[in-house]
């Protein structure tokens, strides 16, 4: 069993391309499971944009449920908040991470996968990428470390 975040492209616009001729749809990063078949397991997930419920279908792809708003088959944060040690929890806050984030942080806890990395900030600076990342050592072991990188074109 794996997991994976991707892109869900949603039915919305964003306000800045509103008056676009082509429009550009909103995409937000959702995290799903890949089961032992590498079959990708269902779930609803909700636009961060105008709160539209998707099912996800398989990676990068999904189909809006209709009159699903405010569905609580959605996983929130406090939900899973309460799956992660509270060190954890307050560092996700402070970087005011996605709610894919903390679902990826769940599943490497539930399912051990200690060393495995995820990036908690990235910021592109000309040709140079800086950020940080959170390591998983352990259950209750983590380890945040800034990175640095050249650009790649």
Request: charged letters at 30%; one cysteine or more.
């Amino acid at each position: 069993m794996e997991g994976i975040k991707h892109l869900i492209q949603c039915h919305c616009v964003l306000p800045q391309y509103r008056k676009r001729r082509d429009p550009v749809f909103h995409k937000f990063v959702a995290f799903s499971v890949i089961d032992d078949e590498n079959e990708v397991v269902s779930k609803l997930v909700t636009c961060n944009n105008c709160a539209a419920v998707h099912r996800v279908t398989e990676i990068g792809k999904s189909e809006i449920v209709p009159s699903k708003e405010n569905s609580r088959a959605v996983v929130t944060q406090a939900e899973l908040s309460l799956s992660l040690p509270k060190d954890l929890v307050e560092l996700f806050k402070t970087y005011n991470a996605d709610l894919a984030t903390w679902e990826e942080a769940v599943f490497i806890i539930d399912n051990k996968k200690w060393g495995t990395v995820i990036t908690m900030s990235r910021e592109d600076d000309d040709d140079v990428v800086r950020g940080k990342t959170l390591e998983f050592l352990g259950a209750d072991r983590f380890r945040v470390s800034a990175f640095s990188r050249d650009a790649v074109l």
